[in-house]
């Protein structure tokens, strides 16, 4: 198993940034491809952005591309979600997610992970 904490969430200007944090465990960390996922009131849950277990590929959904950017520190556990440029339609729960179950290719192609955090609310205004 996998336990993924958020943190980093709040609330922030249109225009602001946030970075957000996931700390992983259970597992050792650089084995895990990570993910990003946010749902807003009412809608679908949405992937956001994704990065591979040795940082060395990413991927964005378009709405966030060059705005935010993933990254992790695997000494840490950690990966982050830095936010930039925020927008009112930005607002949502954010969700970690992992997996070591799937190849990177197949993250990439099916968009979907095995294990879930809580999730951090952010909200924008406008």
């Known amino acids: 198993q996998v336990q993924l904490v958020e943190s980093g969430g709040g609330l922030v200007q249109a225009g602001g940034s946030l970075r957000l944090s996931c700390a992983a465990s259970g597992r050792a960390f650089s084995t895990l491809h990570i993910g990003w996922f946010r749902q807003a009131p009412g809608k679908d849950r949405e992937f956001v952005a994704a990065?591979?277990?040795?940082?060395?590929?990413?991927d964005y959904v378009e709405s966030v591309k060059g705005r935010f950017t993933i990254s992790r520190d695997n000494a840490k556990n950690t990966v982050y979600l830095q936010m930039s440029n925020l927008k009112p339609e930005d607002t949502a729960v954010y969700y970690c997610?992992?997996?070591?179950?799937?190849?990177?290719?197949?993250?990439?192609?099916?968009?979907?992970?095995?294990?879930w955090g809580q999730g951090t609310q952010v909200t924008v205004s406008s």
């Open positions: 990065i591979s277990w040795s940082a060395q590929s990413t």
């Open positions: 997610t992992a997996t070591y179950v799937k190849t990177w290719l197949q993250v990439l192609q099916s968009r979907r992970f095995d294990f």
